[in-house]
């Protein structure tokens, strides 16, 4: 959905007092059904990695395809999750009468500074620069 058309979204449930309270109470339980969604993912994530170092043997599928498209869909889960959050802390704002910002712009900031971080610990441990060229 462009911009233009989701800002006129936020606009209409702002004029709309009658089911405020019940979009309010949506996306707080958007907001929490995500975190329970990135935490399952995470965890399912770390089980696995555990799993391969400690129980090479019982691992729950030695193939790696399998395994690789099996991590791709949970973290496909996550991202999912992540997008659904985005949009329930947007249409928070707007309900909360808080200044209407553009929440994706922090996204975007946030991850740029956690690749910034990682491209540092990187460099210290070998990476160059023309590594990507």
Known sequence: MNAKNKNALLE?????PEWQSALIYE???????AAA?????TSTLEQGFADGKLRPDR????????????NTGVLDSIA???????????????????????????????QGIYYNELE???LRHG????DNT
């Open 12 to 16: 209409h449930i702002k004029n709309a």
């Open 37 to 41: 969604d990135i935490s399952t993912g």
């Open 80 to 110: 999912s999750a992540l997008g659904r959050a985005l949009a329930a802390l947007e249409v928070l704002s707007a309900l909360s009468d808080a200044f209407q910002r553009e929440y994706l712009s922090s996204v975007e900031i946030s």
């Open 27 to 33: 996306q707080l339980a958007a907001l929490n059904k």
């Open 127 to 130: 990476y160059t620069k023309e």
């Open 59 to 70: 691992y729950y599928c030695s193939d790696r395809v399998f395994r690789r498209d099996c």
């Open 120 to 122: 540092k610990l990187c």
